[in-house]
């Protein structure tokens, strides 16, 4: 099975890429890709834009990316309570391309940061917005006190609840 998986962060040290990865690694015989959209930075969308310049490439390759893989992992970051500008961005021009987006493909949905609410304002969002998307969404999962229960050495979740959680929502892959 080919998962791709990313946190929606552009920080180079994403707490939620590295939850992103972990989850990803549970799934059995997956091939994981690891998207960081830290590479896809592009101009903010404007409709202006769109007319003057077209969608941009790192869009088509986002889309193309989603498109290319059996099932998608995503843990999405919590900026004052509500998506990153830099996924948010990244969606609006990947939605000019195809409202469908997430292309039927079956996900988790996952969230975390430092604090106890684990992001799940944004994940229920998130989640609340997937099926506009086209986004078969399989489980959402929020981990609170990120670095109370992830071991960043050993690129881990320490915690056992969560684990037999992400474990029954993977089944469902």
Do not use: C
Not at 28 to 49: G, K
Not at 80 to 108: C, E, H
Request: aromatic share 10%; charged share 20%.
């Amino acid at each position: 099975m080919k998962v791709l998986a990313f946190g929606t962060s552009n920080s180079r040290n994403s707490i939620n890429q590295k939850l992103a990865r972990y989850a990803a690694t549970q799934i059995d015989d997956a091939d994981v890709t690891l998207l960081d959209i830290h590479n896809l930075e592009m101009p903010i969308y404007s409709e202006e834009r769109e007319k003057e310049n077209g969608i941009p490439a790192f869009a088509h390759d986002f889309y193309q990316a989603i498109g290319e893989a059996d099932a998608v992992v995503i843990s999405f970051a919590e900026y004052n309570g509500s998506y990153t500008s830099a996924y948010k961005n990244l969606f609006d021009w990947a939605s000019r391309i195809d409202m469908k987006v997430y292309q039927d493909k079956p996900m988790i949905m996952l969230a975390t940061s430092p604090g106890a609410g684990g992001a799940q304002s944004v994940l229920a969002s998130a989640k609340a917005s997937a099926p506009f998307f086209a986004a078969d969404v399989k489980g959402a999962l929020s981990l609170p006190n990120f670095l109370d229960n992830f071991d960043v050495e050993l690129g881990k979740v320490t915690d056992d609840s969560f684990n037999a959680q992400l474990d029954e929502i993977v089944s469902k892959l």
